[in-house]
């Protein structure tokens, strides 16, 4: 499979537990991004990496997300102490052009 | 600063009519935009983009869209809609702020197709 593979598809969590999202990319690929989606939204854009290089981080939604590419390969997006609100699809992409994975749902209740 | 609006949020068309999706975006420099789709439970799939070079852009499935900087609009048309084509929309637009390439994506368009 060549896409962009995210895993896992369907997380539920309690309010204040960590979790950790994945995004696998299109190997020959060096931009990766990440967004969150809400129900009858459009993504909304949280960070992108350059190879292992976090260009753009400022519109992290708080200081509880955080997001990695140690090799520049696969990401990882971690939310820690997850509140309701968190509650979303958090999407990854490669590029380019922008190739999307299916999203990891999140449900915290 | 940059943004993009959908200007309406459900299109319904019978099948074999043409469709229009209309996007107007807002941006401080040159943009580049996009038009994505979004079938249930699927992830988003480029149609096109515009990036500066040709005003009029051909897509995939027979979509295309017109730039037009004079009234900052970006409308996806297609001649024929399909059943399959029932979707969400989003179209997109994306400049250079500060060094980074940030997507910004209107709130979307939901195509329905009726028989």
């Known amino acids: 499979d060549t896409g962009v593979s995210q895993n896992p598809r369907h997380k539920i969590t309690k309010r204040g537990q960590n979790v950790t999202f994945r995004c696998d990319p299109i190997?020959?690929?060096?931009?990766l991004y990440w967004y969150r989606q809400t129900l009858g939204q459009g993504p909304e854009f949280l960070t992108y990496?350059?190879?292992?290089?976090?260009?753009?981080k400022s519109r992290l939604l708080s200081d509880r997300f955080s997001a990695e590419r140690p090799k520049g390969s696969f990401s990882t997006l971690e939310i820690q102490r997850t509140e309701q609100g968190d509650s979303a699809m958090y999407l990854c992409?490669?590029?380019?052009?922008?190739?999307f994975g299916e999203g990891s749902w999140l449900t915290v209740v | 600063a940059q943004s993009v609006t959908q200007l309406d949020s459900h299109v319904s068309v019978s099948e074999g009519t043409p469709v229009l999706l209309r996007c107007n975006y807002s941006?401080?420099?040159?943009?580049?935009l996009f038009w994505y789709v979004q079938h249930p439970n699927k992830g988003l799939q480029l149609l096109l983009k515009?990036?500066?070079?040709?005003?009029l852009v051909k897509g995939i499935n027979g979509f295309e869209a017109e730039f037009k900087k004079s009234e900052t609009s970006f409308h996806l048309t297609k001649p024929s809609a399909h059943m399959s084509d029932a979707a969400e929309y989003f179209c997109?637009?994306?400049?250079?702020?500060?060094?980074?390439?940030?997507?910004?994506f209107g709130r979307g368009t939901s195509l329905i197709v009726h028989p």
């Open positions: 941006s401080s420099y040159s943009p580049s």
């Open positions: 190997s020959e690929h060096n931009r």
């Open positions: 992409a490669s590029s380019s052009p922008q190739v």
């Open positions: 997109v637009v994306s400049t250079r702020e500060g060094g980074s390439y940030i997507p910004t």
């Open positions: 990496f350059q190879n292992e290089a976090q260009l753009e």
């Open positions: 515009y990036t500066s070079a040709a005003t």
